[in-house]
């Protein structure tokens, strides 16, 4: 762990490893001064985003798209889409049959 994320700081550190051509993938957050420092002293390394951030983001778009479509529907839908949109954010191993009738009935209304 370092002291803090700055740009310098990563740089620092990255430019003080040994055998940093051994280093094949460096896993991060998708925040640009990560891939600009690894870019400049590990070229040879493959990035690998975080996980958990790739959910995140896609969690939030869908979020953004269930709002927006929020306004156009009538006042019973909106309350039911308020109810089921965790269906919307499960993994699809974690959805039940109902889950999915309700995933299905959503996605025929809403397209996008």
Known sequence: MLE???KETI????SRLPNKELIQY???DMWNPYKDAVKAF???AMIVVDNFHVV???NT????????HRKE???KQRRQLMRDR???LKRQYDLTAQDMLLLDLWTATIPS
């Open 4 to 6: 803090n994320r700055n």
């Open 11 to 14: 740089v620092k550190y990255l």
């Open 26 to 28: 460096v896993a991060m």
């Open 42 to 44: 590990l070229p040879q």
């Open 56 to 58: 995140r983001m896609a």
């Open 61 to 68: 778009a869908l979020e953004d798209i269930r709002k927006a």
């Open 73 to 75: 529907i009538e006042p």
């Open 86 to 88: 965790y269906v919307l």
